[in-house]
């Protein structure tokens, strides 16, 4: 399980350390892929392929199916960290998520989130987070 958040930078080229305690959990190889919300979605390889089974069955017959698939898939990379612990970030998702110099990452549960600063303190207020809880009760998470 991923958690916390971390301040890092991105070098000229693309490239980012990742946090240690995410690497543990990372392995030398993962899977990197656009994310809701403008950030970038990083899973472990055996996650991935829990979601690609998931998905394995979601009839391509409905547009938002298709669109979706495309979206998360067409995007995926395989990512290898480096021996200095750091990872190249495509340009393409580089330039989605809005990445300059000073990111976030988030361990989210399942994956890891890499967000641009910038972009992340504007979607990490809280204010409705009453709202929001009462909505994840009618899902069955009750804290």
Same mark, same amino acid.
């Given at each position: 399980?991923?958690?916390?958040?971390?301040?890092?930078?991105? @070098?000229?080229?693309?490239?980012?350390?990742v946090?240690?305690?995410f690497?543990?959990?990372?392995g030398? =190889?993962?899977?990197?892929?656009?994310?809701?919300d403008?950030?970038?979605?990083?899973?472990? #390889?055996?996650?991935?392929?829990?979601?690609? =089974?998931?998905?394995? #069955?979601?009839?391509?017959?409905?547009? @938002?199916?298709?669109?979706?698939?495309?979206?998360?898939?067409?995007?995926?990379? @395989?990512? =290898?960290?480096?021996?200095?612990?750091?990872?190249?970030?495509?340009?393409?998702?580089?330039?989605?998520?809005?990445?300059?110099?000073?990111?976030?990452?988030?361990g989210?549960?399942?994956?890891?989130?890499?967000?641009?600063?910038?972009?992340?303190l504007d979607?990490?207020?809280?204010?409705?987070? @009453? =709202?929001i809880?009462?909505?994840?009760?009618?899902?069955?998470l009750?804290i």
């Open positions: 399980m991923f958690m916390g958040e971390y301040n890092h930078t991105i @070098d000229a080229k693309g490239r980012l350390i946090p240690s305690k690497r543990e959990q990372l030398s =190889e993962f899977v990197a892929t656009k994310g809701l403008r950030c970038i979605s990083v899973y472990t #390889n055996e996650e991935w392929m829990n979601i690609q =089974e998931k998905c394995k #069955n979601i009839p391509l017959t409905t547009k @938002d199916a298709r669109k979706f698939t495309r979206f998360y898939f067409g995007s995926a990379i @395989d990512c =290898e960290i480096d021996k200095q612990g750091r990872v190249l970030l495509p340009a393409n998702l580089r330039e989605y998520a809005g990445l300059q110099k000073e990111i976030v990452l988030v989210v549960l399942n994956r890891i989130e890499i967000w641009s600063k910038d972009k992340w979607e990490s207020t809280y204010d409705d987070m @009453d =709202e809880a009462e909505h994840m009760a009618e899902l069955g009750s």
